[in-house]
């Protein structure tokens, strides 16, 4: 069964904007801490941005995000959203979100703790291209 069903990705010229979407079957997400992890080709995934519960709802942001990225919720609509603005080509890849359902997770100077991966949506492609 899948969780979390991911929506958004696409083909986007350097500077344009996305949003992607997470929207879970099964879960109440607000209950959950939700990451959106970025896998570029041939690197390691990184977690770009976070969000706990709504219990909390504070928010983090990798480097490479801040500035340009925005995690948030619908509640109602049992959604996350990542809005990317300024794409760079090195925003190319795939990105997946998960949801972690401790309510102790906290936002770190890294990222969210412990780690986000209870859960996890199938990917979706994102490719930064003139």
């Known amino acids: 069964q899948l969780y979390l069903v991911q929506s958004g990705g696409g083909l986007v010229e350097p500077g344009g904007s996305l949003r992607l979407s997470c929207v879970a079957s099964?879960?109440?997400?607000?209950?959950?801490?939700i990451a959106w992890f970025h896998q570029a080709p041939g690197k390691e995934r990184e977690e770009v941005a976070c969000i706990t519960s709504s219990n909390d709802g504070s928010t983090y942001y990798a480097d490479s995000a801040k500035g340009r990225f925005n995690i948030s919720r619908d509640n109602v609509k049992n959604t996350v959203y990542l809005q990317m603005n300024g794409l760079k080509p090195e925003d190319t890849g795939l990105y997946y979100c998960a949801a972690e359902g401790s309510l102790w997770v906290k936002v770190t100077h890294t990222g969210c703790s412990p780690d986000i991966d209870d859960y996890w949506g199938q990917g979706t492609q994102v490719t930064v291209s003139s």
């Open positions: 099964a879960l109440t997400l607000r209950h959950y801490a």
